[in-house]
């Protein structure tokens, strides 16, 4: 757009009527504005959250699964409900946005007193109390340059925008929930495999001690299991600390006190996943809330610039007022000292700020970079949405392998360890080869239980990268 010189335009269409008070009439004004309303985010999963209080506080009766753990957090997790807050906050700004279409009505009052001098004396009929006006103006904007509606749609935009990322909080809350959850069942798993484990060892050591008394079997066979039972007590209480650990992290997470003493109850099943890359990639596309966010950021920044082109146009808009004036607060003074007038008035005025020495052309272009700005952030984030389902896909196709290695390593690290043991209680074993078995066994279990868990792990970030919300991962 070419730049103008420098001038301030006002333009005035006035009718204007002096006389008594009451005789006045209305000048009816009406503007027609619309925003074309976007498509709506993904409305929020819960919503309604409340601070913590006592009643939220009170502890779950009985066992705790993972669906209950998150529709326990999405309630009462304080991070979400800042997210809401703002969410509601874009709402109401879009409301406000909104009402700057209709008219504006303001009032003032003013009292003044003049005194004046003259040479020759003359009488002076300035009011000897003062002058009082009270004026009451309405005012309708006609044509602001699509500055109103700009505006309008951006904060519409804006509420759209945090509404998605209302969902965004939510999935990421279910991902973090159910990977404390997993993580929680995966030590409860390893706290049981390990007392067997501990379980074992001490009966060999029972059976050693037994041998070594009656002289079949030399010391050094007992202090072998005797120093391998410590070592699967020191794990076993690692394996506990670690358990602990998590269980205080997932009641943060729900909203308990971290010395809540809650029973979480689950297993590590094996889900099969199905579905191919295009089909996880389409689904990440069409759902992702950061997606659609970052859709609506080069619409706000478009409407942005839209704003800032405002000052090109001039500003019109149409107003009626009507003022009185007396020498009394109340207006109504009477007598030969009295002062009483009305006047009312009625037109459109349009100003237009034609030149500014480059703001507005600058600012236009400084607007438009920020419009290019977020349509490269948004396909970069495009590109990293292809990456992401791509990688937790074979993450998830990993651990499904693994799984099947895991359960085949333990059905023979299982019949490994009764063979060595069947053949050192024959006497043809030796201590060590128990010990060995015993080992390799728990070796197994823990890798098979790492490897169910990673799977679901994955699955359930596989889940939250597509933008699905699946609270069970129990469930196809």
């Known amino acids: 757009m070419k730049r103008i010189p420098e001038l301030s335009l006002v333009f005035f269409v006035v009718g204007a009527l002096a006389g008594p008070v009451g005789e006045s009439s209305a000048l009816a004004a009406s503007s027609s504005t619309y925003a074309s309303s976007p498509a709506r985010a993904a409305a929020p999963v819960f919503s309604g959250r409340t601070l913590p209080s006592v009643q939220s506080s009170v502890l779950p009766a009985g066992d705790v699964t993972m669906p209950d753990a998150v529709d326990r957090a999405m309630r009462h997790n304080p991070s979400l409900g800042s997210q809401e807050a703002q969410e509601q906050s874009s709402e109401e700004a879009r409301k406000s946005a909104r009402g700057a279409f209709g008219p504006k009505l303001g009032t003032t009052y003013s009292v003044a007193k003049q005194e004046t001098k003259t040479t020759p004396s003359t009488i002076n009929k300035t009011p000897e109390k003062g002058t009082y006006t009270w004026a009451v103006e309405i005012s309708q904007p006609v044509f602001q340059g699509f500055q109103l509606l700009a505006n309008y749609q951006k904060a519409a935009l ?19 929930v159910q990977t404390q959850f997993l993580n929680y069942l995966r030590y409860e798993e390893s706290v049981r495999s390990q007392r067997d484990a501990l379980a074992r060892l001490k009966d060999q050591l029972r059976i050693t001690t037994a041998f070594y008394e009656v002289g079949l079997r030399p010391r050094l066979d007992v202090l072998q299991a005797e120093v391998d039972v410590r070592q699967s007590e020191n794990t076993l209480i690692q394996v506990e600390n670690s358990r602990d650990t998590s269980l205080a992290k997932l009641n943060t997470l729900l909203g308990f006190p971290a010395t809540a003493k809650i029973k979480f109850t689950g297993k ?5 996943f199905t579905r191919s890359l295009e089909q996880c990639l389409e689904a990440a596309y069409r759902q992702r809330p950061d997606l659609y966010i970052a859709a609506r950021s080069v619409e706000i920044a478009g409407k942005s610039q839209q704003a800032v082109q405002s000052d090109y146009y001039p500003q ?11 020498n009394s607060l109340d207006l109504q003074e009477q007598g030969d000292r009295g002062s009483r007038s009305a006047v009312w008035e009625v037109g459109a005025r349009a100003t237009w700020n034609a030149f500014q020495w480059g703001t507005t ?34 993450a998830v196709q990993e651990a499904a392998k693994r799984i099947t290695v895991a359960e085949k390593g333990v059905e023979q690290s299982t019949e490994a360890y009764n063979v060595a043991l069947a053949r050192y209680q024959e006497q043809v074993g030796t201590n060590f080869d ?42 196809r």
Request: aromatic share 10%; glycine share 4%; hydrophobic share 40%.
């Open 158 to 176: 804006q509420a759209d925008s945090d509404k998605a990322s209302v969902r965004n909080a939510e999935l990421s809350m279910t991902e973090n």
């Open 268 to 272: 590590l099943a094996h889900v099969p």
């Open 316 to 326: 019109v808009e149409a107003y009626y007022n009507i003022t009185q004036s007396g």
């Open 361 to 394: 052309y600058y600012a236009d272009k400084e607007a438009g970079w920020l419009v290019t700005k977020m349509r490269y952030a948004e396909e970069d984030l495009k590109l990293s949405v292809g990456y992401d389902i791509k990688s937790k896909l074979l």
């Open 434 to 475: 128990v010990l060995d078995a015993s080992s390799k066994l728990t070796t197994a279990q823990a890798t098979l239980t790492g490897a169910k868990a990673d799977y679901l792990t994955a699955l359930a970030q596989l889940y939250v990268a597509m933008g699905e919300f699946h609270p069970d991962l129990m469930r």
